[in-house]
Every structure is written in structure tokens, then in C-alpha cells.
């Protein structure tokens, strides 16, 4: 008999290997086909917005690779923001995901490297809920279905845009199933704090704004589960607490020096989620990238304040039905209690200080009272909505399990004649419902349209190495285009660092010792000639900067400053234009 076990055993676990395997492919199908541009022009093409954004991810995946092999220190730069630099522990630079991409980074470059991320994200996400909701029904169909929902659903696109930190997100799952695997008695103490830990450790170096949500409701949820439990499980979450404190224990006692530098970081965005409030709308308001009716109903989203980029709620209305109807059936078991309590909190969450419909500003909410508190107050409080969906990932797979509330059925009784046909006609129902949930929040696989595509701008000087004719390794630069609006980070992590950066990003706003008139209008590309003008020397003195490179299409509106500074266009080379800084210039100070 118990050969006869293991054998079978042996062969579920194969079974369970082949139906992850075809869920991993139907997820990269799906990524592959949407993302089919980018794909197409892995150097040229990739699925974002801003410049900004995915450039200084490019440029950290160079750096610490490079700091690494040079000696160099992980989270202090001075070839960013040269010659003061920036304390990367503040910032989203996703040194996890650096180190592990360095190949594919040495080989082919950043580029390439971002994004073959933004392909294998959604897969890893849709992965991660493919585990989580297999556990917990024993349904692989079901588990395929809440993986591409939460895989493809809107918070995943919208972070595409350009929030690397943000659309990695295969932790947060994982950390729930890890739980659920203990809870249920599946796995050892050791194991579940072993894998905890990883977890924890994964995703503190990729993004410390999830790891503090994904922590905080994790607390909730726990809690939420103490309140509802019977005594058997209350003993198993008791039991839970030492392995969770430990994991805690050991990747603050691991990351310590990271946490030291955090200290004296500069915070990325400080209130950042009051800027940025969730409409409740777009619960079931289509984005623009959404396959069925974003384009119909983009009148609509466009009057979400937070925009297509941070209102990432919808969820659409066949989802809406299935939550409701589900929480609404099982609110006296104790899991819907927990369900109907972690929903309504996060939701909360996302929704902010102030109840917003359709553009316009409402009733207060209690998210108010801990808005302003630390952590709190540095999260956009709309990419919360990223567990909102994992909810109903999870509560999609148990409806299509054929979780019931109750023996009563609608229609006859299972032993009733008819009843085997009134139960394969709910099933049938419930997969058709199933894939409509799905449908409804996948992107724009047909046409994923100029709203989803961005165009790296890399010019030819730095792609075909001129600049190594033009400048000498080590010395500061200064772009204009610049700041946010530039994607100088990305010109210089195609160098492989040759040259500072006398600019930068990773910051929502100018860091300390580059406010000033001069550098605000470089950041916000709106030169001035009468008040840039005299401010040029101060800037190029005081930053030590060498070298002006002016992309083409900034050269109109940037050369009168410049020459009126008393500086002279150099050589125009491979889609920029040089202005060099003569020797006298760079002696003293001044400022911008």
C-alpha cells in the first residue's frame, strides 16, 4: 500500500508539473502577443510611458552589476547627479532584478534587458496566482483563469508603463501561499520561515513600497483570520508568529546596511498618494488600453485625476458581479467574514482620504486618519489595488471550483431527476462567466496602440560609440533633454558608465543642491533666455560639467541660452550637438 501511495503521489506531482507548464505557456502566449512589438525590436521598442521612468531602470541595471565588479559602493552614486551623487537605498532601483538580468545586460545591453522584464513580469504574476489558487481549490482550469486575471488585469498594464518596482510582482502570492501551505499543515515551521524569508529578501530588493503593503495587509489578513477562526486554526497562526517574526528578523539583520543608508535618503514622494486619488468609477470604467471598451468608454477615464498610469481599480463589471454575488452567499461562513473584511480594507486603501466619482471629489474616508503617518505617506494608494486584484483572483477560482454556500440548489435536487443536467449546465455557466471576467480586463492583444508603445530615444552618438571620439571617461556631462523628460540614465548605461551624469533621476523633484532657476527650467524643459541665461557659468562651474549634449530636437530651444552663455556649438555628431565648456570656465564656483 504504501508503494501504491507513492506512486500515485508521484504521479499527481507530475500531473501538477505538466498543468503549470501549460499555464506558464498560455501566459507567455498571451505576453508574447501583446507585447509582440517589443519583442519584435527589443532595442528599439518597449511598452512604457515617460521617458524617465524606464530609462533609470536601464541605468540601474547596469549599475550595480558595475559598482559590483569595480569596487565601487552599491547604494551611493556619484555618476548620477555628479559630482554630489544620490543614496540609491531611497530610490526604486531594483538591485535584485539588476543582478539577475546582468547577463542578458552584458550581452545585449539595458535595453533589451527591460524588456524581456516587461515580457516575463506579467508571466511571473500570472504564475505566482496559478500556485496560490491551485492550493487553495484544487483546480487547475480554475487556477488558470485567476492567474490571467491577475497576470493581465489593469494594474500589471498600467505599471508597464514604466514602475519596474511595481510590476514585478510574483512575492506578494507567493507570501500568501506560503502562509496558506502552513496553515493548512502542508509545510514544516523551518520550511515556512526558510521560504518566507526568501520571499522577504526578493522583494525588499525589489521594491520596498510593496514590501510595506504587502506586509501591512498581510497583518491585517492575519488578524482578520484570528478574529473569524475556530480554535484549531487560532493554535496554527499562534504558531505561525515565531517563523514569521524570524523571517522579519533575518532580512532586517541581512539588509541592515541597506536599512542604514534608507535613513539618510531623501523620501521619493512624500504624500504621493494624496496627488493621485482612485476613482471609484474606474471600477468599472475600461482604461484606454483595455481590449473591450477602453477606446469606447476613454471620454470617461480621462476624467480619473489619477490617470491611466496610477487609477489602476478596474476590475469590470462582470467581476463586480461575481465578488458581490460570492461575498454576498457566503458572509455567514468564516472565510466570507474574512473575505468581506479584507476586501472592504483594501478597498479603503485604495480609495484614499476622499471618495472620488467620476472626476469629482466627495465624502471624507477613514483612510484619512493614517494617511499622514510614515510608509503611509509615500505609497500612491492606487497601486494598493494590485492585492485588491489578487482578492478577486482568489475569489474568481473558488466560484469557478464550485465553491456552493449551501446543499440548496437553484433548480432540482442533485438526486432528483434532471439534476445532473442542471449541474453541468452551472458549470457551463460559470466557465462561459469565467473567461467574460477574464475578457474584460485583458489589454489591447489585437492593437496594442501608441498609448501602450514608447520609442527609446538613443541617439546614434552613444549607440554606435562616438562619443568615446568626443569625450573623455569620467568627466561630466550635462543633457538637455534632462531630468524626468530625458533618457540621458540610458545613454549613459549603454556606455557602461564612461561618463557622469551632472543630472539624474530617481527623484519626484530636484535633490538637494540643484534647486534653482536655471536647473528647474532644465527639468521642465521651458528654457528661459533672459533668466537662464546668466545662471549657465554658476551651473557648469559648480557641477564641474565639461560637456553639453543637446539631443536634436531640444537644440532650437536650448542654443540661445547656451550661446548667449557665451558658449559655442561644437561638433554635431550621431543626433547631438556638443557644447564643451571651456578650461577657464570650470575653475571656482557658483550655482544654477
Known amino acids: 500500500m504504501d508503494a501504491e501511495r507513492v506512486a500515485v503521489g508521484r504521479r499527481a506531482r507530475r500531473a501538477e508539473r505538466r498543468h503549470l507548464g501549460l499555464a506558464l505557456a498560455v501566459y507567455l502566449a498571451i505576453a508574447l502577443v501583446w507585447d509582440r512589438m517589443s519583442l519584435a525590436h527589443l532595442g528599439s521598442v518597449c511598452p512604457c510611458g515617460l521617458p524617465g521612468d524606464p530609462a ?6 547596469v549599475w550595480f552589476p558595475h559598482a559590483l565588479l569595480h569596487g565601487l559602493s552599491l547604494l551611493h552614486t556619484t555618476a548620477m547627479w555628479s559630482p554630489q551623487g544620490l543614496n540609491l537605498a531611497g530610490a526604486t532601483a531594483v538591485p535584485f532584478l539588476a543582478f539577475l538580468a546582468a547577463p542578458v545586460t552584458y550581452l545585449w545591453g539595458p535595453i533589451v534587458s527591460y524588456n524581456l522584464i516587461t515580457i516575463l513580469a506579467p508571466v511571473t504574476a500570472a504564475g505566482a496566482v496559478y500556485l496560490l489558487c491551485r492550493h487553495i481549490t484544487r483546480s487547475p482550469w480554475a487556477a488558470l483563469l485567476a492567474g490571467a486575471f491577475f497576470g493581465f488585469g489593469t494594474y500589471e498594464i498600467a505599471q508597464l508603463e514604466g514602475h519596474v518596482h511595481l510590476f514585478v510582482i510574483f512575492c506578494p502570492p507567493l507570501a500568501a501561499l506560503a502562509v496558506i501551505r502552513f496553515l493548512d499543515g502542508t509545510v ?32 491585517v489578513g492575519l488578524l482578520l483570520a484570528w478574529a473569524v477562526a475556530e480554535r484549531g486554526l487560532r493554535a496554527r497562526l499562534a504558531a505561525a508568529v515565531l517563523p514569521l517574526v524570524a523571517a522579519y528578523a533575518v532580512t532586517v539583520a541581512l539588509m541592515s546596511g541597506y536599512i542604514v543608508a534608507l535613513t539618510s535618503a531623501v523620501p521619493y514622494a512624500r504624500n504621493a498618494g494624496l496627488f493621485f486619488p482612485t476613482d471609484l468609477l474606474s471600477m468599472i470604467t475600461p482604461m484606454p488600453y483595455t481590449w473591450l471598451g477602453g477606446a469606447r468608454f476613454a471620454s470617461v477615464s480621462a476624467r480619473f485625476v489619477a490617470g491611466k498610469g496610477e487609477d489602476d481599480l478596474f476590475i469590470g463589471l462582470p467581476m463586480v458581479l461575481v465578488l458581490v454575488g ?28 476622499r471618495l472620488w466619482v467620476d472626476g469629482h471629489r466627495t465624502i471624507w ?17 492606487g497601486r494598493v489595488a494590485v492585492y485588491f486584484d489578487l482578492i478577486c483572483a482568489v475569489v474568481l477560482a473558488l466560484w469557478l471550483a464550485g465553491d456552493r454556500p449551501s446543499a440548496r440548489a ?40 501608441p498609448s501602450n508603445l514608447g520609442t527609446w530615444e538613443n541617439p546614434a552618438f552613444f549607440t554606435r560609440g562616438l562619443y ?18 530625458s533618457e540621458s540614465p540610458m545613454w ?16 519626484t523633484s530636484l535633490p538637494h543642491g540643484w534647486v534653482g532657476p536655471l536647473t528647474l527650467d532644465l527639468w521642465r524643459d521651458t528654457p528661459d533666455v533672459s533668466r537662464d541665461v546668466p545662471r549657465v557659468r554658476g551651473l557648469v562651474r559648480s ?24 558658449l559655442r556649438p561644437g561638433p554635431h555628431v550621431g543626433g547631438v550637438t556638443l557644447f564643451r565648456v571651456p578650461a577657464a570656465w570650470r575653475a571656482g564656483a557658483g550655482g544654477g
Open 326 to 353: 460570492y461575498l454576498a452567499a457566503r458572509w455567514r461562513r468564516r472565510l466570507g467574514r474574512w473575505l468581506i473584511g479584507i476586501t472592504l480594507l483594501t478597498l479603503l486603501w485604495i480609495l484614499g482620504t
Open 56 to 61: 533609470q531602470y536601464t541605468w540601474a541595471f
Open 365 to 381: 474616508l477613514p483612510y484619512a486618519l493614517i494617511a499622514h503617518l510614515p510608509g503611509f505617506n509615500e505609497v500612491m494608494q
Open 543 to 566: 557641477k564641474h560639467v565639461s560637456d553639453i549634449l543637446v539631443q536634436d530636437a531640444e537644440l532650437p530651444a536650448w542654443s540661445p541660452v547656451l550661446t548667449g552663455a557665451g
Open 492 to 507: 549613459q548605461a549603454e556606455t557602461h558608465m564612461y561618463f557622469n551624469l551632472a543630472s539624474g533621476y530617481f527623484t
Open 188 to 219: 514544516s515551521r523551518r520550511r515556512f520561515g526558510i521560504e518566507l524569508c526568501v520571499i522577504l529578501l526578493v522583494q525588499f530588493l525589489i521594491s520596498l513600497e510593496v514590501l510595506f503593503t504587502m506586509t501591512v495587509l498581510g497583518a
Open 410 to 449: 437553484v433548480g432540482p435536487r442533485d438526486g432528483a431527476p434532471g439534476g445532473a443536467r442542471w449541474r453541468r449546465l452551472g458549470r457551463a455557466s460559470r466557465w462561459l462567466g469565467g473567461l467574460v471576467v477574464v475578457a474584460c480586463v485583458l489589454p489591447n492583444v489585437v492593437n496594442p496602440g
Open 468 to 485: 568615446r571620439h568626443y569625450l573623455r571617461r569620467g568627466e561630466n556631462v550635462l543633457p538637455i533633454r534632462w531630468g524626468a523628460l
